[in-house]
Each structure stands twice: as C-alpha cells, then as structure tokens.
C-alpha cells in the first residue's frame, strides 16, 4: 500500500503579504500552551515551520536539546534557515517533510508541534497518528489552529462577511478545513491519542498599530497572494469582488473603534507510556 501523502493545496502561498503574518509568530504568542511542558534537554519536531520564528523560539527554550522545523514547501526553509543563524543558534535544523507520512522512526521526539498546519492538511486525523508515531511514550503533540467561523471583529464593515465567506470557500475548495480550531480534539481521539488537554487561544488586533498591520497584510493578500489566484482561477470571485473585499479591510483598519479577534483550538495530548503504538 503506497504511503498517505498531501492532497490539499496550501491556500496562502508564500506571498511577502503572507510572511508578514508569519514572521510575526512567536512561542509566546501562538505556543504559550505549550511553554510549560518543555524541559531544557528535549529534541522537538516542529511542523510547518515556515520561516522560523516559532522554530527559532523553541530552540532557544530547550538549549540543551534541538529542534529540527519541517515544512513541505523546500523554499521557505531558506529563510528559516537564516532566521536561525542570524539568532546564533546551533541546534536546530531544517528538512522538507509531509506530515501524512514523515521521514523518522518512531518514538524519537519529545514534542512534536504543529501551529496552523491541520486546517490546510488532507487528512489531519492521518497526520496526527504520524506526529503520534514519532512522539516518545510520554511525550507530547501539540497542535494550535485558528477557527475561522469563530472569528469576530467589530464594527460590521460591508464586505468582511463575504471575505469570510470567500476565505472559507476557497480553503475548502483547496482540501483544507478552516474551521479546524473546533475539531483537534475530536481529530485527536479519531488518531487514537487519549491524554488530550483542549483549550483555546486568540490574537486579538486593536490598537491603530495593530489594526493596520493586521487590515493591511488581508487587504494585500486578497490582491497579490496565491489564495487571490486561487479565488480567481477556481471561480470563486471575480477581480472586481476581490477588490471590493481588499477595500474593506482598508475600511475596517481605518476605523477607531475596529476591533479583530482571532480564535484557536489548542490541543496538548501526552503520548501513553505502555499500550498500543499506531
């Protein structure tokens, strides 16, 4: 039987729009469930790793262990590569993976991490029985997704609903499940974890900084990023509805009063010591 690979499309791309929300990212604001499980000497896999910056964070938490950060997509490793290196760091490193089938044996990390990576993937459960497979018994998989139904802003500009509606759409269309933050867990006990600790988590953008920071990158990435292409091309919308969609969120960042909130799923599920490996 031939191994279970990817099947979705990555809806976002790697558009300079795109990593600036992504170079954002740190442990603390997007692992901070995780932080307190970690223990100096552990060997972490981080999973979609992207440019880095969570990589590089969590290589700094556990300097007498290593990290090594996968990403399927072999460009974006790069960057990741000289985000490490201009932090100085000598235990990380970098590998193209699929997390439907990756590349080493089992039980050989502490912690396995995924941030935003379930809701693009073809078949999360599969992916997590693989980051399962790879856990040391007692060891941890955590996963954090945004849930994109869930989200919530303030005031109601005309024309973010239909984003939302667009976004959920196309991500769909691509493989994915936008509102994957609501389904780790029962993702989790379908891969056959059973120690599974569910909380939530946002990002929360209100401040004028923040809002037009956060208004910007969505308003470029509705225009110029590979999700733009793939709303266009798979006929989900027409360049006219992507751009009245890119203007709303200019009006939505022009608003004093614009408020943005952000919702994940978290899960923090401990391998079993004895028992069943899948």
């Not at 552990?42 to 880095?52: A, T």
């Not at 899960?267 to 028992?275: D, N």
């Amino acid at each position: 039987m031939p191994k279970a690979q990817e099947t979705a499309v990555y809806t976002h791309g790697h558009h300079e729009s795109v990593l600036r929300s992504h170079t954002w990212r740190t442990a603390a604001n997007s692992a901070a469930y995780l932080l307190g499980s970690l223990k100096p000497h552990m060997k972490i896999l981080d999973i979609g790793c992207g440019p880095g910056t969570i990589t590089a964070d969590l290589a700094e938490l556990v300097p007498d262990g290593r990290v090594t950060g996968v990403d399927q997509a072999p460009g974006i490793l790069e960057q990741a590569r000289e985000t490490a290196a201009a932090r100085g760091l000598g235990n990380v490193d970098f590998a193209v993976a699929d997390v439907h089938a990756l590349d080493y044996p089992d039980d050989t990390f502490c912690v396995v991490h995924a941030h935003q990576v379930l809701q693009h993937v073809g078949d999360p459960v599969q992916a997590l029985r693989e980051m399962r497979r790879v856990t040391k018994p007692g060891g941890f998989i955590a996963v954090r997704d945004a849930d994109y139904a869930a989200m919530t802003w303030y005031p109601a500009v005309p024309g973010l609903d239909d984003w939302l509606d667009l976004y959920e759409r196309v991500a769909r269309a691509n493989g994915g499940e936008p509102d994957a933050g609501r389904r780790l867990k029962a993702w989790a006990l379908a891969a056959g974890l059973t120690d599974i600790t569910a909380t939530s988590g946002t990002w929360t953008f209100a401040a004028p900084e923040e809002r037009t920071w956060w208004s910007g990158l969505w308003a470029d990435r509705t225009l110029a990023s590979a999700y733009a292409e793939r709303a266009a091309q798979g006929g989900h919308a027409t360049p006219e509805q992507l751009r009245a969609v890119s203007e709303a969120w200019r009006e939505w960042g022009r608003r004093e009063d614009g408020w943005f909130t952000v919702v994940h799923g978290e899960i923090l599920c401990r391998k079993e010591v004895t028992g069943p490996r899948g």
